[in-house]
């Protein structure tokens, strides 16, 4: 299957700072990028549609100005959660479709955020 | 109508024995519909995946079966091991997925 990376796999910060996660597709381009969020022993819940060379698509309730999304290139995004408090404590993870017959979405490793 | 709603929410088979999960969905639009493997602390893993103009798929020991008519669709895993423990998703798709609530495996030896 396709390869797509995250880095940081984890990370620790203060409460106000922000946090950049990055998307990568290895081995595919992705003009179309996807950020889920995961609370322990809960589903996938998308966050935002990443798209190369315009702006995210946000999902209702998910706040434009506290989870930026950039999508630099055909083959990364990237999410900064800005000003993180406690509650946005989760595990994030991305996705890239890549283009054929099904455009199966593959998905990156996560990345586990814990903000103190 | 974006709901995809999965049963069980846990499940405990004995090695060798078979898991069923099963998915329903309301949307008429899904056109794709992948289940997908998730490790404590790992991104879900695409498993396999099937579109709603055949009515059963199977990869190895996963059996996807669908029933466009009652819209429900249903991962069956054949021959269970205790490496299959973890948890899977069911999802639907038009062009962003639906996740389903998820189902904790244990197989035990």
């Known amino acids: 299957g396709a390869v797509v990376s995250q880095h940081p796999s984890w990370v620790i910060c203060k409460s106000g700072t922000s946090v950049k996660i990055e998307c990568r597709s290895l081995?595919?381009?992705?003009?179309?990028m996807f950020w889920y969020r995961q609370f322990p022993k809960q589903s996938l819940m998308l966050m935002a549609t990443?798209?190369?060379?315009?702006?995210?698509?946000?999902e209702q309730g998910v706040e434009k100005d506290k989870f930026l999304i950039n999508h630099a290139s055909l083959t990364l995004s990237t999410l900064t959660v800005t000003s993180a408090h406690p509650e946005d404590s989760s595990f994030y993870i991305c996705?890239?479709?890549?283009?054929?017959?099904?455009?199966?979405?593959?998905f990156g490793p996560g990345t586990r955020l814990t903000v103190l | 109508q974006q709901q995809v709603k999965q049963s069980p929410q846990s499940l405990i088979v004995q090695k060798g024995g078979i898991s069923i999960i099963n998915c329903a969905y309301e949307?008429?639009?899904?056109?794709?519909f992948p289940w997908y493997q998730q490790f404590p602390g790992k991104g879900p893993a695409l498993l396999i995946a099937?579109?709603?103009?055949?009515s059963e798929k199977k990869e190895g020991r996963f059996t996807i079966s669908f029933n466009k008519s009652a819209k429900q669709f249903s991962l069956h895993i054949m021959d269970s091991q205790p490496g299959d423990s973890a948890t899977y998703f069911c999802?639907?798709?038009?062009?962003?997925?639906?996740f389903g609530t998820g189902t904790r495996l244990q197989v035990f030896p």
């Open positions: 996705s890239a479709p890549r283009a054929g017959l099904y455009n199966e979405q593959f």
């Open positions: 099937i579109r709603p103009d055949v």
């Open positions: 081995d595919f381009q992705a003009t179309t």
């Open positions: 990443s798209n190369e060379g315009s702006k995210a698509t946000y």
């Open positions: 949307n008429t639009a899904f056109d794709y």
């Open positions: 999802a639907a798709s038009t062009d962003k997925l639906i």
